[in-house]
């Protein structure tokens, strides 16, 4: 088990990214030296539509892209648990054949799989997961909560460091209610929350949209995470 202390030295390695890219690299290559993992896939989620979305795969060979793994976590019950729950998630043997999808089995000694959440304040926007252990490792309860902290940690760095981006083509507010939208918050609860009308807050959702260039609402979120606007 990492001791407390290597725990943080291994956390405080991320702040060594300077740019998006790097950032999401960093995420994979400290939980790839905290634990018993031999890849690490990273997931960014949206309550819109409960969607889990490729980002990269990280593995003793290198760095692969996945954008083209799209998945709807409800039809994937492992995923839709740690995300539910904001709690890293195990299972192994005939329950991962149940509860994951055939396009996770890479190969006949993939038996199990870790999905451990991403959480950005209260809000799971997400997940990394693994399915290639070292050998002889043993995933109890200690671990999971360790797991379930690194997730936590994780949404804390991505909070401090989305201020380096400098999205200048949206307001403040434009940018907020966007980021609101990815949290899957109604119009209602954002005018709520914001103290703003429900007109203005759709206002804002038109303008941005309008100004990224998309069609709709789910296409406007879907580009600032390509842009690394919003992660």
């Known amino acids: 088990m990492t001791s407390q202390y290597t725990f943080q030295q291994q956390i405080q390695k991320l702040e060594e990214a300077t740019c998006h890219e790097e950032r999401l690299f960093k995420i994979l290559d400290v939980y790839m030296e905290l634990y018993p993992v031999r890849n690490a896939y990273l997931f960014r989620f949206s309550p ?111 909070e401090k460091s989305e201020s380096v981006e400098d999205p200048q083509f949206l307001s403040k507010r434009e940018l907020e209610v966007m980021r609101r939208i990815a949290w899957g918050e109604s119009t209602k609860e954002m005018a709520d929350l914001m103290k703003i009308s429900e007109l203005t807050v759709k206002q804002y959702v038109k303008t941005a949209i309008k100004k990224l260039g998309v069609q709709n609402r789910s296409h406007a979120i879907g580009e600032l995470f390509r842009r690394g606007i919003i992660t």
Not at 94 to 121: A, M, N
Request: aromatic share 10%; hydrophobic share 40%; proline share 2%.
């Open 48 to 158: 819109l539509g409960f969607l889990g979305e490729g980002i990269i795969l990280l593995t003793a060979e290198g760095l692969v892209h996945i954008g083209d793994i799209r998945d709807d976590v409800r039809s994937l019950p492992i995923i839709y648990s740690a995300i539910h729950e904001k709690k890293a998630k195990y299972c192994s043997g005939i329950e991962y054949l149940k509860q994951t999808s055939s396009k996770y089995i890479t190969s006949s000694s993939v038996h199990s799989v870790v999905v451990v959440p991403i959480c950005f304040r209260s809000v799971i926007i997400g997940y990394i997961c693994t399915n290639e252990f070292i050998k002889g490792s043993r995933i109890d309860e200690i671990l999971l909560s360790s797991f379930t902290h690194y997730g936590k940690e994780v949404g804390k760095f991505l």
